[in-house]
């Protein structure tokens, strides 16, 4: 989903110990919170195959067999980050059944269960995990104690506003699953193919048209509940064979959440700033702009309404 930023080669993890008080996890897990990488934008890196090369020195010709090695290095530092996000998914998806028995959560369980041969790299796949359960679900990962290492999840963390929650009947994981499409919608210039959204699901550890203890069947809650709630928009994009369709912002989204929010959510898990994408960003400040000024309008509106009725001698009480 979205653009990606630049991520380096995987990251080499911590050995557990005390600096400062802390073990690697609990290290980890709070640095989650400034500079985890997002799981739906992590992109295996490039490298400078030129480092190390002197100045001006004439690069020697690649043989054969020194493309195939290069291909398959490529090859599998491709597998790997992958298979690094399918874990990372894993692990939300094993947290979030775990939680509805409202019982810790322990490393043992989750190296058993999902993380397996992975994990010396559990500080940098918890830390991607607690990044996920905060933005896209609103879920805060807890550790309870270093010492058995046990987490739990505290549902208080809202992705926007609490009046937005309460449109979606106060159901922040929905809301947050509805932000993370319009922002795929944003970033793709305002429509995305519905192919794009299914694809964005699957990166989220969700298979569209299968059951999830949260979300009921995802693509029927997408085309029933967000499009029939004016929140999206679905159509058939025209001239395409074979047809294909696509998703918009529907009015009750344009009326309800503003452009400026969802840049702000896709800024977070970019670890950006807004305006790092010059034209979304110049197209938000003109929608809150004319926000401000329907505001105004109305407020001037309602204040010509209450002195005419304080003329009249009509009183609101």
């Known amino acids: 989903m979205l653009q990606k930023p630049e991520s380096g080669a995987l990251p080499i993890p911590q050995a557990e110990g005390k600096d400062g008080g802390r073990d690697g996890e609990t290290q980890a897990l709070t640095a989650s919170q400034e500079e985890a990488p997002s799981l739906l934008l ?45 874990t990372v998914a894993e692990l939300v998806q094993f947290l979030l059944v775990k939680d509805k028995k409202k019982s810790p959560i322990t490393r043992s369980e989750m190296v058993k269960y999902v993380i397996g041969d992975l994990k010396d790299l559990f500080p940098e796949i918890i830390a991607r995990a607690a990044e996920h359960l905060r933005y896209v679900f609103g879920f805060e990962l807890k550790q309870l104690g270093r010492k058995h290492h046990t987490y739990i999840l505290i549902n208080k963390l809202k992705p926007l506003e609490e009046e937005e929650e309460e449109d979606l009947g106060g159901d922040g994981p929905r809301l947050g699953l509805l932000i993370m499409i319009l922002g795929l919608i944003y970033m793709k210039g305002n429509s995305a193919r519905e192919t794009q959204v299914w694809e964005m699901l699957r990166r989220l550890g969700m298979r569209p048209s299968k059951y999830h203890f949260l979300f009921g069947y995802p693509k029927r809650l997408i085309l029933e509940d967000f499009v029939q709630q004016r929140y999206l928009n679905y159509r058939q994009v025209p001239h395409t064979n074979p047809p294909e369709c696509e998703f918009s912002w529907g009015p009750r989204s344009n009326l309800e959440i503003s452009k400026m929010k969802v840049l702000g959510f896709v800024a977070k898990l970019h670890k950006k700033e807004p305006h790092h994408w010059p034209v979304q960003y110049r197209e938000a400040l003109a929608d809150e702009a004319d926000r401000a000024r329907a505001k105004a309008r109305a407020e001037a509106s309602m204040r010509a309404r209450a002195r005419a009725n304080q003329r009249a001698g009509i009183h609101p009480w």
């Open 42 to 86: 992590q992109e295996s890196s490039k490298e400078d195959l030129g480092a190390g090369r002197e100045e001006g020195a004439a690069e020697p010709a690649l043989t054969p067999k020194g493309a195939r090695t290069l291909a398959a290095k490529a090859l599998a530092r491709r597998r790997a980050y992958r298979r690094l996000d399918r």
